[in-house]
């Protein structure tokens, strides 16, 4: 074999390499930002649950930590993924805010199984698989 046909070779490897990388680290970002809203999500359910009602400061608290936590993840999923694509997590997250100040149980926990539903929901499209390749 001529040098040529060995730097084609070790070429075609390294990208080959790269491109499992960056598949295997967008799949880790998608996987950790839509994992980490789900939890965020039970736990606010137990929250809610404990503390008879929603409009008390633990499940504020916790539905502010989701907040932020989805603005960091998804600042980092924009890079991977359309924003308009994944911007009705931070939309629900709101309407929480909102349901939590008028005190509407009802509407909280329908925007909480929104939340929970986008995620899975996104996981399925934005992760890595060998349907989204094709």
Sequence with gaps: MTKFMWFQMISIFVIL???ITICAVEDKLVSDALYNV???CYQIENAVIENDGIK???????????EEKWLS???NLC??????SIQEIGVEIIKLKTYIEEDDIRE??????LIKLYSEQYHHFMGANFKNVL
């Excluded at 008390?56 to 539905?63: D, I, T």
């Excluded at 890079?79 to 308009?84: D, F, Q, S």
């Excluded at 909280?108 to 199984?113: G, M």
Aim: no cysteine; charged share 25%.
């Design 56 to 66: 008390n400061n633990v499940v504020n608290s916790l539905v502010e930590n989701l």
């Design 17 to 19: 390499g790269l491109l």
């Design 79 to 84: 890079y991977v993924v359309n924003h308009k």
């Design 73 to 75: 993840d998804e600042r």
């Design 108 to 113: 909280f926990s329908v925007s909480l199984e």
């Design 38 to 40: 789900r939890e965020y």
